[in-house]
Nanobody, 120 residues
Framework: VQLQASGGGLVQAGGSLRLSCAAS????????MAWFRQAPGKEREFVAV????????YYADSVRGRFTISRDNAQNMVYLQMNSLKPDDTAVYYC??????????????WGQGTLVTVSS
C-alpha cells in the first residue's frame, strides 16, 4: 500500500483544515489507518486511528472533540477533519496503515507527510 497525504497549509487559530490520504493497492480496506504528527524538535506522536471497517475510532486526548478521522474504502481515502485548531497543532501530519493501534511501530505503511501551520 502506498500513501499520499495532502491538504496541509497555513490557518489561523480557531480555523479548520481537512487532511486527505490517498491509498493505492487493493488491500487498503484490510488495514486500520491512522494519523500521526511530528512537530519541530519533537518525537512523532499519535493523533487518531480508525479500524478497517470504520466501526471504531480512537483519538489522542489532545485532539479528542476537535478532530475527526474517517475513511472511504470504496475510494481508498482516509480523512482527518481538524477543527478549532491551535498553534500547538502545528506539525507535519503523516497518514499510516497497519494495526488498530496508537503505536507507530504497529503501522507498516507511511505517507510522506503534509505540513500544517497554525498561527496565533
Amino acid at each position: 500500500v502506498q500513501l499520499q497525504a495532502s491538504g496541509g497549509g497555513l490557518v489561523q487559530a480557531g480555523g479548520s483544515l481537512r487532511l486527505s490520504c490517498a491509498a493505492s493497492g487493493r488491500t487498503f480496506s484490510g488495514y486500520a489507518m491512522a494519523w500521526f504528527r511530528q512537530a519541530p524538535g519533537k518525537e512523532r506522536e499519535f493523533v487518531a486511528v480508525i479500524s478497517w471497517n470504520a466501526f471504531n475510532t480512537y483519538y489522542a486526548d489532545s485532539v479528542r472533540g476537535r478532530f475527526t478521522i474517517s475513511r472511504d474504502n470504496a475510494q481508498n481515502m482516509v480523512y482527518l477533519q481538524m477543527n478549532s485548531l491551535k498553534p500547538d497543532d502545528t506539525a507535519v501530519y503523516y497518514c499510516a496503515g497497519g494495526a488498530y493501534s496508537s503505536n507507530p511501530k504497529d503501522h507498516v505503511y507511511w505517507g510522506q507527510g503534509t505540513l500544517v501551520t497554525v498561527s496565533s
